[in-house]
Each structure stands twice: as C-alpha cells, then as structure tokens.
C-alpha cells in the first residue's frame, strides 16, 4: 500500500477516535473493518498493522450500535464472493475511496437531481382522459359506469360498485395505470383484488367484471392478491404468457427489456400457459418463460423474499450479473445506463433499501470494482479489470 494511504488513512482513524469523522469516512473505515474482521485470510503482514489499530475503536463502536435501539428501516448490506489477495484488496478499497471523495461535488448533484421512486403514476380512463395520481386529491376522484374511483389517505387507487345495476355496469369500460421510471402505485379492483405495480409499469383492466373470467393485461412487473371468487378464474396477460388462478398471491415479472418472464407463486396454485405450453406451479415455485420460446416454460424452487423484496421496498440481489442489477437501478432512480468496455459477468449477492440515495447504491458496486461517470441523468458504467476483490461488508446497523 502506498504511504499517502496509509498516513491519510491513520489520519481518517485519529478523526474517527475524536468523533469527528464525516459520514463517508466513517463508512470507509467500518466497511474496511468489517471485510476483514469476517475473513481473517485476508489479513497480512502489510495490512495487520491497520487492522489491529482500526480493531478496538471500530468494534466497539458498532457493539455499542448493535446492543443499542435498532433501526426500523434497513441499511446496506452487500456480499459479493470471489479471490482477491488483500493487498490488492485494500488498494482497491483506497483507491475506490479517495477517486469518490474527489467525485464528491459532482455526486452531491446528482442526488439533488435523481432521488429514489415513490406512488407516482397515471390513470388513463375509458374516455382518454389522464389524471396524475400524485397530484390527485383524497376522495373520490371519478365515477364510470356504477364504479367509483376514489384515492385513499394512504394513497391506493379503490375502484368501488355503487350501482350494481346491468344497465350501470359496463365491463368493456377498459382503465390503465401506468408508473413511470421511479415510480410505484397500489390499485384495489372492484372485485376486491390488490394489484401492487412496480416502476415502469402498467396495467389494463375493467371497471368492474361482470362475468366469465376476469382479465388484466400486464406490462412490466406487479404483485397481485387476487380476490377469491369461486367459478370465476383472474386472468393476467403478459405478451405471450397468459397466468390463471382463482384466488392467491403471485408476482410476474414481464419487464420487455428482460429475456424472460417470471411468474413467482406465494400461496394458492397457478396455471402459466402460452399457445403452445402451460405449467402448474406450487407456492415457492417460479415459472420462468423465454420470450423467444413460447415451449420453454420451466420451473423451480426461488426464495420468495427475493422475487417480492421490492414491495418491502428492498432490492435484493442473489446471483444477479452487474445489467441485472442496472437495470432495476435505472428503473427505480429514473437514470438512462451506458456500458463503457467489457462488463464483468461476476455474480452479487446482497440488499439495499429502496429509498437509498443513488450514491449509495453507486458506493457498494465501486467498492467491487465498478466505476461510474455521472453527467445529468445518464451514468456511464464501465469496470476495472485489473483487480477482483471479494468485498464481504456486513451490514452496518
């Protein structure tokens, strides 16, 4: 390790000790703590000295944190598995460190400009007529054929039967609500269903359903609680993959930017198909459909608390290449993504809350040897070649 290194880094250390460390350079020396403290055959001759005098500070502070009021919310926590030698460890860790503190202006910018998503969308009624949801008002916000729509206090769309006349209801009277990049939105429909829609996203449905089957169209991903209503199937159309249930929760991920769709069951039991093939899958399976092949409908076990993270508001990562988890970045932050070079296929695996400032999330991958160039709304992606590091920071409560 260079010798500036080390001195500015004893220097950060003397701060830490007086109490008088920023934010950064406290995450700097506990994020280095913890790489080692979990994986001791990284420790050597050239940087046990360090450790051993980051040790007793570092450890009790976050005892100290850990015995403390826990945080509701949840911080970072990222692992990533690889080989690295730990000379080539810290170097990294120091270089990542002092590039971002010379990039810190231009990072404070761009979380001015670019915050995490929240309820953000539009309603498109039968008529053509469009109502920002964020803007509308509480209460009720239009009526359509015996159907009232109203905005809740807590912000969900409720679509309501105040008429259940024949004449009144109108199945054919089609609404869509559709998010934006950053944006999220929860509608309940007449029939009782939940619909949870991620960002950029949108759905199409009836005001009310008044028999045979009930059916959606779905572009992008939504949770669905669907509402039990026996002889009367829930239908979600996605492309060319039709899902079928009578009454249970379930996830699709049907993202056009995405090779696959997946269809992730939580209770009940759903019927996947296409022209050509279907499948039955069991709570904790995963349907998984490639878009170039309507015969390829495969299933699996997955973890549930992966395929739903988001509507915890949570990204959750357990094998996804670097595009993956770029592209739900993008999604959520409202950012265009541009890969400059080869991009390593290393796998991640980790969390980070969904109201995390972008810097954050930026702040993880660059210790894995990401970098990032930031000009507006547009990041510039490429990646450091010369070094693999495997990054184990656990999460700091």
């Known amino acids: 390790m260079k010798s500036a290194y080390k001195d500015y880094f004893r220097e950060i250390l003397t701060k830490y000790r007086q109490q008088k460390t920023s934010l950064e350079e406290t995450k700097f020396l506990e ?3 913890n790489m080692f403290d979990v994986n001791e055959d990284l420790i050597n001759d050239e940087n046990e000295p360090l450790f051993s005098e980051l040790k007793d500070d570092i450890k009790a502070k976050i005892d100290q944190r850990i015995a ?3 945080l509701k919310k949840l911080s970072y926590s990222w692992i990533k598995y690889g080989a690295a030698a730990a000379a080539l460890l810290f170097v990294s860790v120091s270089i990542y460190f002092f590039s971002y503190q010379q990039k810190s202006d231009l990072i404070a910018q761009m979380d001015r400009a670019v915050s995490s998503g929240g309820n953000k969308a539009i309603l498109t009624l039968a008529n053509g007529k469009k109502i920002v949801l964020n803007d509308a008002a509480k209460g009720e916000i239009s009526k359509q054929s015996g159907i009232s729509v109203s905005k809740s206090n807590d912000g969900e769309l409720i679509y309501t039967v105040v008429n259940s006349g ?7 009277t089609q609404n869509t609500i559709s998010t934006p990049k950053g944006g999220q939105y929860t509608i309940i429909l ?3 269903t939940k619909v949870m829609l991620n960002s950029a996203s949108s759905v199409t449905f009836p005001t009310s359903f008044k028999a045979g089957d009930r059916m959606v169209e779905l572009n992008g991903e939504a949770y669905f609680e669907v509402s039990k209503h026996k002889n009367k199937r829930f239908r979600v159309i996605s492309g060319v993959q039709t899902v079928e249930v009578l009454g249970t929760h379930f996830n699709v991920n049907a993202y056009v930017d995405e090779q696959t769709i997946k ?3 939580l209770e009940g039991a759903v019927k996947v198909s296409t022209s050509k093939k279907s499948a039955l899958i069991e709570p904790g399976e995963q349907a998984v459909l490639d878009r170039a092949d309507e015969n390829s409908i495969a299933k699996h076990r997955v973890s549930i608390n992966k395929e739903t993270a988001w509507i915890n508001g949570i990204f959750s990562f357990e ?3 670097l595009k993956s988890v770029m592209r739900q970045v993008a999604r959520w932050y409202d950012v265009n993504v541009i890969y400059v070079g080869p991009i390593s296929e290393e796998k991640y695996f980790g969390e980070i809350s969904r109201s995390s400032k972008l810097s954050e999330v ?4 660059e210790l894995n040897n990401v970098n990032f160039d930031v000009v507006g709304k ?3 992606v490429s990646y450091n070649q010369r070094s693999s590091s495997a990054i184990v920071p656990k999460s700091i409560k």
């Open 68 to 70: 403390g009021p826990k």
């Open 31 to 33: 994020t280095y703590y």
């Open 319 to 321: 094998g996804d290449d």
């Open 263 to 265: 269809t992730t069951l």
């Open 190 to 192: 007449s029939d009782g």
């Open 378 to 380: 547009t990041i510039k």
């Open 166 to 172: 024949e004449d009144e209801l109108t199945e054919n």
């Open 362 to 365: 930026f702040k993880i991958l």
